[in-house]
């Protein structure tokens, strides 16, 4: 009789290799089907892709060709201390419209409505009329406006009783002074 060295066979772990085998072939096997599907996708969509591609390349050629060279740092320092002088100008001679206007908005009663507004931005100055069909009104506005932060002065110049839709109206011309600084 012949003898080897093998080991023994053990019968027991082999309907468990056989199961984890399996299910590892599975699994490979659907991840080569996602696979395939994915690459199918992405063929379909290639062609758009290529043209999508071919217009943000004539895209770049076109900025590349316009592109403008900026001047040297220095040069860009010096244009912007001038503008920050023009500017310390320009914020001394009074607030935008814009500002005052938000300004007043905030300020004049529901009840009331602005007629006219003059600006003199270089004064730092305001003439205004304001309407409503009760005094009460324009005197809560007056009021405010005097103590605004932003108005050092707020000086009624003229009240006067105007016919409006249907019903009296009463104006108040008001002359304002911006407080500086």
């Known amino acids: 009789m012949l003898k080897t060295n093998f080991s023994r066979h053990d019968a027991r772990w082999v309907p468990a ?8 072939a599975l699994a490979a096997l659907i991840a080569a089907a996602l696979l395939v599907s994915q690459h199918a996708r992405l063929e379909r969509k290639m062609p758009e892709l290529r043209t999508q591609l071919k217009k943000l390349q004539s ?10 060279q900026l001047p040297p740092h220095a040069k860009l320092a010096a244009l912007q201390g001038r503008v920050s002088v023009i500017n310390g100008i320009v914020d001394s001679k009074g607030r935008p419209i814009t500002e005052l206007l938000s300004r007043l908005e905030k300020l004049l009663p529901g009840q009331a409505w602005l007629t006219s507004l003059h600006h ?17 009104a324009l005197t809560e506005f007056l009021k405010r406006l005097e103590g605004d932060p932003y108005f050092s002065q707020a000086l009624l110049t003229r009240q006067s009783h105007a016919k409006g839709k249907d019903k009296s109206v009463v104006e108040f011309d008001i002359r304002l002074t911006e407080r500086r600084g």
């Open 17 to 24: 290799l056989v199961a984890v085998s399996g299910a590892l």
């Open 120 to 136: 003199r931005r270089g004064r730092g100055e305001l003439e205004l009329v304001a309407a409503a069909r009760d005094v009460g």
């Open 59 to 68: 895209h770049h050629a076109r900025l590349e060709k316009d592109k403008v």
